[in-house]
């Protein structure tokens, strides 16, 4: 197995040698490319201590901030490696990764204490692929399995249990048997984890390539820190225009959702309110009324609650909040949608709508997305001539209103708003006079504004 090195890795392990030391490409970046695959960066773990890698890549661009836990970071134009002395993790506290390591000469225990057997690989061209323990064959074999006893591995670092669904969902591997079941015993260690780690790996589970059969096998690893998913897992939704139960149909637009932070967490939250909001009909049919709002305020708390950024949450919560409206595929109606959703999540919203679509009964699907197209053909007509229904292509400055007598501040971008959303329903032209005119009525009104 010969592998590519980039020639600032070959020349870092080379500079390293040369001064003694053993030093090798390790981890994503050798599984990555084993996988033809191109690595997005590159590690070297190497048997120098901190300092002596830095005496040996004295000529590089080194960023010192990782030293004390043995980290040594080089920046070469725009790429960042870092080189990390071989270690051995001390004592595990609370299942989170230990607070002291020990610096060590073998490459083998650097690799033992590695989550995975496709991570735990190492490289150099000396010695070529360096695999103790049997990574290549469970890359050959689309497996992921824990270095060791996998239950030990779960509980040194619980972190590791959605670190196996994220590489599982990425990669469109199995998780091998027996690392599946000590996730499942473990996976109530997740609640030691720190909501920024679990919201990192969330995205990523969700963001990946294979994630339906993770999201489909692990509603109860997820439903630790998500327990709102829990009651959608088998509910029948007795209801013509869906053939899944709330959970299947929620995995399946979260697959068929576009790539992406906002989009795939909509995906997954947009049916959240269900639980809360189902209801049988006297001829048996299941409704979910007034589910959009419920589950847009629940996604906020839970979004929250990992600690994500407001304008991830806002966008979210509009996308949930509108999933299921349906205006009339008319002019008025679908201005009337874009000034409730804002012009940043509209096309989110119809892309949301056609995940949503897939994942219901097939036979209704070509109709529906029949139905998508034609609103957004009406959104793309009206804002065909560069008129994007936000206040950057507002014909109105901020400065007007000032020079109209508008105190700074608030007041400022309230009116702003305000003025586009009349622009947005059509009651008045996206034209300065136009505006500014309707701002000097405005003034008049109220004789307290300005
Ligand atoms: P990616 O392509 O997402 O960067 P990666 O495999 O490089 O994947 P990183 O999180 O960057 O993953 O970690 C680099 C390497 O460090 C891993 O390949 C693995 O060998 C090791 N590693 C990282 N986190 C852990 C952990 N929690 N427990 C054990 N080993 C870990
Ligand atoms: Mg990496």
């Given amino acids: ?10 020349n870092m392990i080379r500079q390293l040698e040369e001064k003694g030391y053993s030093a090798y490409a390790v981890g994503g970046c050798v599984r990555d490319s084993v996988m033809g695959k191109v690595p997005h960066d590159w590690d070297i773990c190497t048997s120098a201590k901190p300092e002596e ?3 040996a890549l004295e000529k590089h661009n080194i960023i010192e901030s ?3 836990h043995g980290t040594v970071t080089v920046k070469t ?3 960042l490696y870092e080189i990390t002395t071989f270690r051995a993790d001390g004592e595990y506290k609370d299942n989170r990764r230990p607070e002291s390591v020990r610096f060590i000469t073998s490459l083998r225990e650097d690799l033992a204490r590695r989550d995975f057997t496709v991570n735990a690989m190492a490289y150099n061209e000396a010695e070529g692929l360096c695999d103790y ?8 074999q689309h497996i992921i399995r824990c270095v060791g006893n996998p239950d030990q591995r779960f509980q040194e670092d619980a972190l590791r249990i959605l670190r196996a669904l994220r590489f599982a969902s990425r990669l469109g591997f199995e998780i091998e048997e027996q690392t599946a079941a000590a996730i499942r015993r473990n996976k109530n260690l997740l609640r030691n984890i720190s909501v920024e780690r679990i919201a990192a790996e969330l995205i990523q589970i969700v963001d990946g390539d294979f994630a339906e059969q993770i ?17 959608a897992v088998g509910l029948d939704q007795r209801n013509p225009h869906h053939s899944y139960d709330v959970w299947t149909h929620t995995v399946y637009v979260v697959v068929n959702a576009p790539h992406g932070k906002v989009m795939r967490l909509a995906a997954l939250l947009h049916d959240i309110g269900k639980p809360k909001c189902f209801t049988i009909d006297e001829k048996g049919i299941g409704h979910f009324h007034g589910h959009p709002e419920t589950g847009a305020k629940m996604a906020v708390k839970i979004l929250r609650r990992l600690h994500l950024d407001n304008h991830t949450i806002k966008n979210v919560e509009t996308l949930i909040r509108y999933h299921d409206q349906r205006p009339k595929p008319e002019e008025k109606y679908v201005r009337r949608l874009i000034a409730k959703t ?10 949301l709508k056609r995940a949503d679509t897939k994942g219901q009964n097939p036979a209704t699907i070509p109709e529906k997305l029949a139905y998508v197209n034609a609103i957004e053909e009406i959104y793309k007509k009206l804002t065909a001539d560069g008129n994007e229904f936000n206040i950057r292509t507002l014909k109105l400055r901020g400065s007007d209103l000032m020079e109209m007598g508008v105190a700074q501040g608030k007041a400022i971008g309230d009116l702003l708003n305000e003025m586009l959303e009349l622009v ?3 009651k008045i032209p996206n034209e300065r006079k136009a505006l500014i005119e309707a701002v000097r009525q405005k003034i008049n009104d109220s004789p307290h504004t300005g």
């Fill in 1 to 10: 197995m010969e592998i590519q090195l980039p020639e600032n890795v070959r």
């Fill in 53 to 55: 890698i830095l005496s």
């Fill in 66 to 68: 990782g030293l004390k």
């Fill in 77 to 79: 134009g725009e790429e």
């Fill in 133 to 140: 323990f049997g990574g290549m064959e469970d890359i050959s």
């Fill in 215 to 231: 999201l489909l096998d692990y509603p109860d690893v997820l439903g630790v820190f998500l327990p709102e998913i829990l009651p």
């Fill in 342 to 351: 804002g012009a940043e999540c509209f096309l989110p919203l119809m892309e």
């Fill in 424 to 426: 947005i329903e059509g």
